[in-house]
């Protein structure tokens, strides 16, 4: 069950202009708790009155405002880009998350300017299915500006794991000073220099040497990757970035060949998308759930989603960014009908075993019953 624990800030590292990197501490009593696999992500909660004027300034994007006694909460999250422990060792002494300024961005603006070492933040326990179980083999990534996080955990951790595996990297930028995480990369690199290959385009700049500029789309994909590796010989692909990145990459992977079970996706940006067509949703419902061993059921109020009514009973129920994005609120469907506006965070195979977003499931029967404890 995920749940907040509050983590002492160690240190605060400038990435870019835009960007930093936040280390947190995690006691030993927490260690078990924050063990996490190489993907996956910590959901942060900033509360009403710490930075007014960020809280002013936000509108859109992953963050989500919920009402309460002191006002409301911004909870935003971001990627674990730290390596994961080894399994059979202790958990994590300290967490890894990048941090890119979005306009206008609650949280973002506030880890920007005012976050500091030792300040304290409430912190998610880990949560994500982005992820890899190191195995021997050839894996790649495609992403785009802060996509690479948990791509750089993934192929960190696979690397040092699996002394047969090999991870190639290519990687989308602006430019080469907005790029996240150079380092970090150029010592994996040093590290592995026969098992990793990284290849970077910058979309608004030339380079010296490597590809040329411009827009990493399906089209110069489908060209561009059988140029660079083995495709069908790929383990596992692992796309992340803005939507049209991660959705031109797929595109490209499939008319190559690559299997959609081989594709992993987990996108950091989505725009504001037309409702679908809404199905009439009974005249009075009921939502029933299951949450850490407990249950009960409650009313639906009009135009509530399944976790707007669960919230309204149990404060505790999951969630992050109530967009449809981070899956952290994912809930099994134990019976009745929902409506799922929106799902940028299931795979297929998930949603075919009866797995739903509860931020974006709105009942379409009367009764409606989920659990988030499966």
């Given at each position: 069950?995920?749940?907040?624990h ?7 590292d ?25 993907g996956q ?8 009155g ?8 936000d ?40 941090v ?7 949280f ?57 595996a ?20 150029a ?24 590809l ?9 994909l ?28 797929e ?44 249950g009960?059921?409650?009313?639906v109020q009009?135009g ?31 019976s009745?009908?929902?409506r ?35």
């Amino acid at each position: 069950m995920a749940r907040f624990h509050s983590l002492r800030v160690a240190a605060v590292d400038r990435l870019t202009d835009d960007s930093v990197a936040l280390t947190l501490t995690v006691p030993e009593q927490l260690r078990e708790e924050f063990r996490h696999a190489p993907g996956q992500h910590l959901a942060l909660r900033m509360r009403a009155g710490r930075t007014d004027a960020a809280l002013g300034a936000d509108r859109t994007g992953r963050s989500d405002r919920t009402g309460g006694s002191d006002g409301f909460e911004v909870r935003r999250t971001y990627s674990i880009c730290s390596p994961a422990p080894d399994p059979h060792g202790p958990g994590p002494s300290t967490l890894r998350v990048g941090v890119r300024l979005v306009e206008g961005g609650a949280f973002s603006t506030y880890a920007m300017k005012e976050i500091g070492v030792g300040d304290e933040l409430d912190v998610m326990t880990p949560a994500g299915r982005f992820t890899l179980d190191p195995a021997p083999g050839l894996y790649a990534g495609i992403v785009g500006g802060s996509g690479i996080t948990p791509v750089l955990s993934i192929a960190a951790t696979l690397l040092a794991r699996e002394p047969s595996a090999r991870f190639c990297l290519l990687r989308s930028d602006r430019t080469a000073a907005s790029t996240m995480f150079l380092e970090e990369l150029a010592d994996l690199k040093d590290r592995f220099p026969e098992r990793l290959q990284l290849v970077t385009v910058l979309s608004r700049e030339e380079q010296q040497a490597g590809l040329p500029s411009g827009r990493l789309d399906r089209e110069r994909l489908t060209g561009l990757l059988p140029s660079l590796l083995p495709v069908r010989q790929v383990a596992g692909w692992f796309l992340c970035g803005p939507f049209g990145l991660v959705q031109g990459a797929e595109q490209a992977l499939r008319e190559i060949g690559v299997p959609r079970s081989r594709i992993h996706e987990e996108i950091f940006h989505v725009d504001a998308a037309p409702q679908p067509a809404q199905t009439a949703a009974p005249a009075h419902s009921t939502v029933t759930a299951r949450l850490d061993g407990r249950g009960g059921s409650w009313p639906v109020q009009d135009g509530e989603s399944v976790l707007e009514t669960v919230l309204r009973n149990r404060p505790d129920a999951p969630y992050a960014c109530k967009g449809g994005v981070c899956g952290t609120c994912r809930a099994f469907l134990v019976s009745g009908e929902v409506r799922m506006d929106r799902n940028f965070a299931l795979e297929p195979e998930e949603t075919d075993a009866g797995y739903v977003l509860a931020c974006q499931s709105h009942p379409v029967t009367e009764a409606v019953e989920v659990d988030f404890d499966r």
